[in-house]
């Protein structure tokens, strides 16, 4: 039976694996942060199913002991300091977490079972940043435009660093923006469908927002976790863009979500200067022609279903009276 080893397993894309995994006949094992208050939430539905260890990507010996008590075959590096505009307010702690962190694992990794685990590392569309081409491709040079962004590209290339140096199995997935309803209500998406439900419910009466015409390539998380997946059952190690290939700007989403529920956006949203980030990343959009090549992925919720079914989750939750 194999087994896997997924550290941020209690945040949308971990929850998402878990299920998936399960689903393939997995022994599971997360790795969760010691902390006084514990933040299941999205796991709560699994924990008979999955087994949790303590350790942390700022600690090394706690890396090497909880690979030596699970003894994966397939390890995914989900964990990092995720949300952007945090990453300018914590730009030392986003590098420990979401570089360094990186290194720290798989150099467990590397000690102690270099050949028998395979490793993923959650890498991500902000390395593209400033883009220099449209759409964006593996190939595509890096040029990120926050701590997050180049915290990231420091992991993708440590990961690259440790294949070819060691001849170890680790990949990296260039995932464009996944969301699903289990996302945090800081990112844009989940902000505004949470909002949706709450102006709707008569709980809220405005929405406010920074750049509506930023864009981005935004797609199902469900549908994202399977091409981690795909990525560690082949025969070589590679690196893969998963994305959609469509664009949209964030007034679209605000648009459809709104129309959803039979509102007008307009007459709901503000422009507030604070949410504009100091340097935008304008336009997104991934070409996953390789992943779809290689792996056969392919996604299977639009973007039209992706936002309706976000706010038909959050009209629910604000009607069941939860926070």
Known sequence: MPSALITGITGQDGSYLAELLLEKGYTVHGVVRRSSTENFERIMHLRDKIQLHQADLLDQL??????????PTEVYNLAAQSFVPTSWNQPVLTGEFTALGVTRMLEAIRLLDPKGIRFYQASSSEMFGKVVEVPQKESTPLYPRSPYGVAKVYGHWITINYRESYDMFCTSGILFNHESERRGKEFVTRKVTDAVARIKQGKQKVLKLGNLDSRRDWGFAGDYVEAMWLMLQQPEADDYVVATGETHPVRELVEIAFSHVGLNYQDHVEIDPAFFRPAEVDLLVGDPAKAKAKLGWTPKVNFQQ?????????????????A
Request: proline residues 0%; positive net charge; glycine residues 4%.
């Open 306 to 322: 992706l936002v309706a079914r976000m706010v038909d989750a959050d009209m629910k939750r604000v009607a069941d009276g939860a």
């Open 62 to 71: 706690s890396l090497i002991d909880v690979i030596k008590t699970t003894k």
